[in-house]
Structures are given as structure tokens and as C-alpha cells.
């Protein structure tokens, strides 16, 4: 089956530094890859849609210079929260996918803990 | 923007009895209709999706049944366990490209 990581998996950080979170797809090439936000108890928010080779789409609200993608190679994906502050703890999930309307496959998560 | 809502947000029930949980979007160019299933801190598992050109699909205890014209699917757990408690969540495949997740439902299958 198609498997998806993410690099790390928990991190706490200061407030003001910045973090990137990776997300590989390690046995397909994923055209797309999606970023999702979820606070607790609450669903999860789709930050924005990477496509290999372009700049990333990113949804109603989210700040594209706070929240930078990547995705530079039809593998990897990278997320970097700049100057992170306590409001943007949360767990973050990347997806993958190989084409539109597919199955998607969801890394394990990176939970953000700002302090 | 893309609307997508689920009902009910959440659901207890007897061990043995069966779960309906109904999501219901706005986007009908949506053609694609996953289920997921998250358990606290961990990613969220697809447990069955269907298609825009089937009506019905059956996986064991799972099933989903999809109205187009409506623009709801529902998912259906028969004969429930302790492990499903979990939370759903539907994500219909909008017409711009992406996924758009529900509100979520918190089932509780009490033994």
C-alpha cells in the first residue's frame, strides 16, 4: 500500500523561531500533495494544495508568507511555519495523492506545540 | 466556498446495533466520496468511499449510500463494536480540486 511520512512528528519550539514539517511519499510519486490543519476536537482544515513544480494554492485565510510550501520533487513536500507563535500549536497532517479525485494518503501527523 | 456538514456531530450506541451518519455537501460537481475514520492523535483511515456513478457500495459491516441529486452519503456501521468508537469524518472531492472535510461525528459503541 502507498505509505506517506512526516518528519517530525511532535516538535516544541519558541515563539518567534521557524519550523519545517516534511512530508514524503515513499513508494509512489504524488502529483498533489494537500496540508491540513486541526485544531482539537475540531475537523481538519485544508491549509492549501501543493502541486510538484508550482507554487502552492492556498486556501481562503491562510497567510501564504507565514505558512510556506515546498514541493520540490514529486516525493517530498515541505511545510515551514515562520516566526511561530502559541496560536499556531495545533497538528499538522499532509496527504498525497496520485492524481485528481484519487484515494488520498495521509502521513501520521506533526504535532506543533509554540511556547 | 465549498459546504459540508454531518449529522449528527455525535452518536452513542449499543454494541450490536447499527450507526447512520449523513453528510450532506454543497459543491455538485463533487464526484468523489470517502469516508474516514480518526482515533485520537492519530491520521485519519479511509474506510470506504464510492464514486458519483454508483449508487450503493458494501464493505462487510461498512456501506455508504450516495444521492447525487440531493447532494448527501451516508455511512452506515451495522452489528457495531467497541472499536469503532471513533471520530468520522465524510470528505467529498469538490469540483476545484480538493478535498473538503465535514464537521465530524463522534461515535461511542458502548459495550
Known amino acids: 500500500g502507498a505509505v506517506v511520512s512526516q518528519h517530525p512528528s511532535r516538535v516544541i519550539c519558541k515563539s518567534g523561531t521557524s519550523v519545517k514539517i516534511e512530508c514524503r511519499s515513499l513508494?509512489?510519486?504524488?502529483?498533489?500533495m494537500f496540508w491540513y490543519r486541526q485544531f482539537p476536537k475540531q475537523s481538519l482544515m485544508l491549509m492549501a494544495t501543493?502541486?510538484?513544480?508550482?507554487?502552492?494554492?492556498?486556501e481562503q485565510g491562510v497567510e501564504k508568507d507565514k505558512f510556506l510550501i515546498n514541493h520540490a520533487s514529486l516525493t517530498l513536500s515541505t511545510l515551514t511555519v515562520t516566526s511561530a507563535h502559541p496560536e499556531d500549536s495545533s497538528f499538522y497532517i499532509c496527504?498525497?495523492?496520485?492524481?485528481?479525485?484519487?484515494?488520498?494518503?495521509f502521513g501520521p501527523g506533526t504535532r506543533l506545540l509554540v511556547l | 466556498g465549498e459546504n459540508v456538514e454531518q449529522h449528527p456531530s455525535t452518536l452513542s450506541v449499543q454494541e450490536g446495533d447499527s450507526a447512520v451518519i449523513k453528510c450532506t455537501y454543497s459543491?455538485?460537481?463533487?464526484?468523489?466520496f470517502p469516508w474516514y475514520k480518526q482515533e485520537l492523535g492519530k491520521r485519519p483511515q479511509l474506510i470506504i468511499d464510492?464514486?458519483?456513478?454508483?449508487g450503493e457500495k458494501k464493505d462487510q459491516r461498512i456501506a455508504v449510500t450516495l444521492n447525487k441529486t440531493a447532494k448527501h452519503f451516508s455511512l452506515h456501521i451495522t452489528e457495531t463494536q467497541p472499536e469503532d468508537s471513533a471520530v468520522y469524518f465524510c470528505?467529498?472531492?469538490?469540483?476545484?480540486?480538493?478535498?473538503?472535510f465535514g464537521t465530524g461525528t463522534r461515535l461511542k459503541v458502548l459495550a
Open positions: 470528505a467529498p472531492f469538490s469540483g476545484t480540486y480538493k478535498y473538503i
Open positions: 459543491d455538485s460537481a463533487s464526484n468523489y
Open positions: 464510492i464514486r458519483s456513478n454508483v
Open positions: 513508494d509512489f510519486q504524488a502529483t498533489t
Open positions: 501543493s502541486n510538484e513544480g508550482s507554487k502552492a494554492t492556498y
Open positions: 496527504s498525497a495523492g496520485s492524481g485528481a479525485a484519487e484515494t488520498q494518503y
